[in-house]
Every structure is written in structure tokens, then in C-alpha cells.
């Protein structure tokens, strides 16, 4: 037997969250902040309504944490600002003034309270022991039995559409269709027929008629996902659809009524896209009735145990978990996971997959591109570790530096084509992507 880590750890029942109130001038009531986030702009839907053309439509966000408020700066056209120095994120655990655009906003701290942590290990196919995994699956269990719009968040691998599923069998409206709609994947021009169906000879291809996916899941739900990248053209078409509960196809005359219920999800922030133009503030505010942050894997590695043996125990074989030593589980909680939880997954499959009955199972050799063989032919020149600094700092520096000239080359070598450099990298599209976004590579001018 090998020894490794436990699965559960002391569990905390209670954080000590410090949160704050705020006003509008000197004269406004006060308003509490508290875990759920306050959003100050001049839309109308924003928790905090400034009449201020100075002030972008949705400008900031205030949310109470253990270190105090955090104020986060949505991508504002004229920014915000603490004592003279534009933020982009503070935590704020002194009384000051915001300001925004030509708006004072006064801020005071209150006494931290402790919050309770519920004792939910699971939802659904979700699992996690970590402070904000439990009060995600609070949050999530408490708005499955309603039909509000749920926007979820998180990058690539965070197990958005795994939630989303979760939320539709915990409804009561689990025993109809749950309906993907990749947005991601629909060709602008194709997007309005895609999303609302369309008849016969409506447009050039056109050869057959195309239902809906909102009627494919009529009694349902519909799940449409990386909604971030629907054309700016459709997104007033989709809102009309939501607000009326009725869609109609291209080419025909008729509106038909629907009755599903909507979840999103989207790795980009819709809020900074709606202050740059690129996504209307009234669909953001109609879709995120409640908004679900899935965080990524590298902030919660505690919960990284738990994932293998859960993992281990889809595949047939929880008692695999024993062949997992401590010495792999600590370097899966030093690794960066540009893939989340679903490189974890796939890296458990393939380390368990190769492994003899009776062996160690090396999850952390199956890791995206540091895996043996993994790329093209040639990459660029080695490079040396800096033998005057800690071990793990400078193999962490080393594995970096790798994977900028490795990413880069293949960039270079494929075009640009991340088809063809995931091809090449023997990973998926969504891991090349996450490794080009954190090297800043940039590859559009390549094609």
C-alpha cells in the first residue's frame, strides 16, 4: 500500500467575512455589501444606480471576503479611484472614498461576522471540501428547485457545463430535455438560425427545415454555452426571446410560444465586454439573475484528493486511490492547471490506463504538454535552471520559460491553426489556448 494523503482534512464550519456599506454623496442611505456582489453603474439594473455620464453602464463591484471588501474595477471607461490611485482590485478594510467618474461613493467597514460553511461535499457530479466549493454548492442547490436564469462563469475545464446539468437534474423540470447549445461553435452568420431554427429555403443552404433547440427542450432546459461569443447582431433577438418566452424561425411568420428554462455559461467577463461594446448590458442583466463563479483548480488544490479518488472511483476502481502516492498528489497541488479539472480528469484516466495492477499510478507524468513525446520534432533551445535559487522555483522557471519557446515554435510552425498545434501538442484545443493566453502569444497575425 502506498501512503498518500487523506481525502478529508479539518473542515472548517465558519469564515470570518468582513464586509462594509457604502452611499452615493453625503446625504444617500447607506447600503450594506455583503457575499453577494453589489454592482455600481449607471444602468438601471445595478444594484447601486448612478446618475453620472462619467460613470460607465456597469463600472464596479463590490463583494465582502475574509480580507476585507474587494472593489474591482469592471473595465470602466473612466476607472475608479482610491485616494487619487486608479485600481483595477483592493481590498478596502478602512473607511474612504470612491470615486467614479465625477460620483463620490463613501465607504465604511463593519464588525467581520463569522458565515457559516455548509456541509455539502457534492452536487451533483461536482465534488469539493474547500471553503468556496461548499458555498458554491450551497448556492447552487438553493436555485436549482426555482426557473431563474443562471449565468455560470469560470475559464476553460471548471466543470460549467457538468453544473449546469446538476442544476437541471435538481430542478423539477429533471425528467424533460437538457439542450446544449455550443455558442462557441455557430458561425456568425449562422447564428440567429441556429438559436431559433429556420425554414426551408430561408437562406442559401437552407435545404431542409431546422427546428429550434428552444423547442428541442421544450419543458426543459437550454444550456448555452460560451454565450460570451454570440454575434452583437443576435444578442437583441435572443433578449426579445427570453423576455416574451417565444421564438421564430428565419424565413417563417409565426411566433410559437416556449417554456424552458435558461442556464449560461461563458469563460469571458461579460461585464468588461459590456462596458467595450461588445455585449449588451439589458441580455448580461436578463441572463445573470443569479451568477455562479466556478473557480479555477489552482485555487482550491486542497480539493485536489478528493478529485482523484472521486476520479478513480468513475473509472471503476476507487481502491486505485491506494496506489497514489503523497509524492504525486503534492506535485498535482504544485501544478499550475491551465486545463482545470478536466486536464486533472483526463491525466487520472491516462496515468491509470498505463499503470500495472499493483504499481503506483504517476498521475503528475501525464500533465498537458511537460508529458514525454508530447510536440513537434524540434522546439527551441534548451534551457538552463538557475542552480543559486530553491529546487522548485527554478524548475518552476524552467517548465515556464519551456513552455513559452514550445508554444511559441509551434505557433509558428502551425500558422497560427490551433487545430493543427493541438493536433501536434497531442492535447485539446482549450489547454492550447490556456497556455497561448498565459504567454501572451498571439497567433492571429500568424494565419
Known amino acids: 500500500m502506498v501512503s498518500r494523503l487523506d481525502v478529508t482534512v479539518g473542515l472548517r464550519n465558519r469564515v470570518k467575512v468582513r464586509g462594509g456599506r457604502i452611499r452615493v454623496g453625503e446625504s444617500a442611505p447607506w447600503r450594506e455589501v455583503g457575499e453577494d456582489p453589489v454592482i455600481v453603474g449607471r444602468n438601471a439594473a445595478c444594484q447601486v444606480m448612478v446618475d453620472d455620464t462619467k460613470v460607465s453602464a456597469v463600472h464596479a463591484e463590490l463583494v465582502a471576503t475574509e480580507q476585507g471588501v474587494r472593489v474591482r474595477d469592471l473595465g470602466s ?37 463569522h458565515v457559516t460553511v455548509p456541509p455539502i461535499p457534492a452536487f451533483g457530479p461536482l465534488v469539493g471540501q474547500s471553503d468556496v466549493m461548499r458555498l458554491t454548492f450551497d448556492r447552487l442547490s438553493k436555485v436549482s428547485p426555482t426557473d431563474l436564469t443562471v449565468l455560470i462563469c469560470g475559464e476553460t475545464g ?88 417565444r421564438v421564430k424561425s428565419v424565413g417563417g411568420s409565426i411566433y410559437k410560444p416556449i417554456d424552458v428554462r435558461v442556464i449560461a455559461a461563458t ?58 502516492g503523497n509524492t504525486t498528489l503534492e506535485r498535482l497541488m504544485r501544478y499550475d492547471w491551465p486545463g482545470n479539472v478536466r486536464e486533472l480528469r483526463n491525466a487520472v484516466a491516462v496515468g491509470y490506463a498505463l499503470s500495472d495492477p499493483q504499481a503506483e499510478i504517476d498521475i503528475s507524468a501525464h500533465l498537458g504538454a511537460m508529458a514525454e513525446g508530447a510536440g513537434p520534432s524540434s522546439v527551441a533551445a534548451p534551457v538552463t535552471a538557475d542552480a543559486s535559487r530553491p529546487f522548485q522555483d527554478a524548475k ?22 490551433v487545430s493543427e498545434m493541438a493536433r501536434r501538442a497531442g492535447m485539446e484545443r482549450a489547454h492550447v489556448r490556456a497556455y497561448l493566453r498565459r504567454h501572451s502569444i498571439e497567433v492571429k497575425g500568424l494565419r
Open 158 to 245: 471548471t466543470g460549467k457545463e457538468l453544473a449546469a446539468q446538476a442544476i437541471h437534474q435538481a430542478s423539477a423540470r429533471a425528467a424533460k430535455p437538457f439542450v446544449v447549445v455550443d455558442c462557441g461553435s455557430i458561425p456568425a452568420s449562422l447564428a440567429e438560425a441556429s438559436l431559433f431554427g429556420h425554414e426551408r429555403g430561408a437562406f442559401t443552404g437552407a435545404i431542409d427545415k431546422h427546428a429550434s433547440p428552444f423547442y428541442d427542450a421544450q419543458g426543459g432546459t437550454i444550456f448555452l454555452d460560451e454565450m460570451g461569443e454570440l454575434p452583437l447582431d443576435v444578442q437583441p433577438k435572443l433578449l426579445r426571446a427570453l423576455a416574451e418566452r
Open 267 to 324: 469563460r469571458r467577463d461579460l461585464v468588461r465586454a459590456v462596458n467595450a461594446g461588445t455585449f449588451r448590458s439589458d441580455l448580461y442583466f436578463r441572463v445573470a439573475q443569479v451568477k455562479v463563479d466556478l473557480v479555477p483548480l489552482r485555487q482550491r488544490v486542497e480539493d485536489i484528493p478528493l478529485l482523484v479518488r472521486s476520479m478513480l472511483k468513475d473509472l471503476g476502481d476507487e481502491d486505485a486511490y491506494g496506489r497514489v
Open 77 to 113: 471607461r473612466n476607472g475608479t479611484y482610491v485616494a487619487d490611485v486608479r485600481v483595477g482590485e483592493i481590498y478596502l478594510a478602512s473607511p474612504c472614498v470612491l470615486h467614479l467618474g465625477a460620483t463620490e461613493i463613501h465607504f465604511e467597514p463593519l464588525r467581520p461576522e
Open 396 to 417: 518552476q522557471d524552467v517548465l515556464s520559460r519551456f513552455a513559452r519557446d514550445y508554444f511559441t515554435r509551434l505557433a509558428q510552425e502551425s500558422k497560427g491553426n
